[in-house]
Antibody, heavy 118, light 110 residues
């Protein structure tokens, strides 16, 4: 069974940093690209970033470039999102999702809530 | 403002057929396949339809998708109460080099 479990969310002050993790099981992690997608309270889905299976290709949403860094550790079956200079508007549930070229975000985790507030 | 445009809400009665629309531009729907996601209240999104019309595993054939030019549609036939939720379209955008989502359509089953 494909499973993705996010962790690392919480309350952080504006300007602060946070590192999210996504632990996966039930599939060969090193064979799949991975995404982060976020959803602000009461709002729609917003794609954040994706990373190729080997980590050599990385894409970010334009609005987040420079502040967020996606990475992965294939030996640990884990995906990460390093978030710096956090703003109130970064408050959202952050989901990790598996990716296939023809079938993006085919499996999702349950999400982890990040709240940026003073 | 989402890159892909979806009507914010729609409704239907049980058994009815409803159509959800999604419009974009040449850099996304005009050149890349569309995918549809279902998000039931309080849950994570789930892939429903990929590559325009392919049903993800376990998705009933009441759900069907299509794409033409820079527009796409999701049709739900035989509407059921458990279909109530939010539906999002998505596609890769060549200009933005990223996955773009529609703002979502909230489906209410009356």
């Amino acid at each position: 069974e494909v499973q993705l479990v996010e962790s690392g969310g919480g309350l952080v002050k504006p300007g602060g940093s946070l590192r999210l993790s996504c632990a996966v099981s039930g599939f060969t992690f090193s064979s799949y690209s991975m995404n982060w997608v976020r959803q602000a309270p009461g709002q729609g889905l917003e794609w954040v970033a994706c990373i190729s299976s080997g980590g050599d290709y990385i894409y970010y949403a334009d609005s987040l470039k420079g502040r967020f860094t996606i990475s992965r550790d294939n030996a640990e079956n884990s995906l990460y999102l390093e978030m710096n200079s956090l703003r109130v508007e970064d408050t959202a549930v952050y989901y990790c999702a598996r990716d296939l070229t023809v079938k993006p975000c085919d499996y999702w985790g349950q999400g982890t809530l990040v709240t940026v507030s003073s | 403002q989402s890159v892909l445009t979806q009507p914010p809400s729609t409704s239907g009665t049980p058994g009815q057929r409803v159509t959800l629309s999604c419009s974009g531009r040449s850099s996304n729907l005009g050149s890349n396949p569309v995918h549809w996601y279902q998000q039931l209240p309080g849950t994570a999104p789930k892939l429903l339809i990929y590559s325009n019309y392919q049903r993800h595993s376990g998705v009933p054939d009441r759900f069907s998708g299509s794409r033409s030019g820079t527009s796409a549609s999701l049709v739900i036939s035989g509407l059921q109460s458990e279909d109530e939720g939010d539906y999002y379209c998505a596609a890769w955008d060549d200009s933005l080099s990223g996955l773009v989502f529609g703002g979502g359509t909230k489906l209410t089953v009356l």
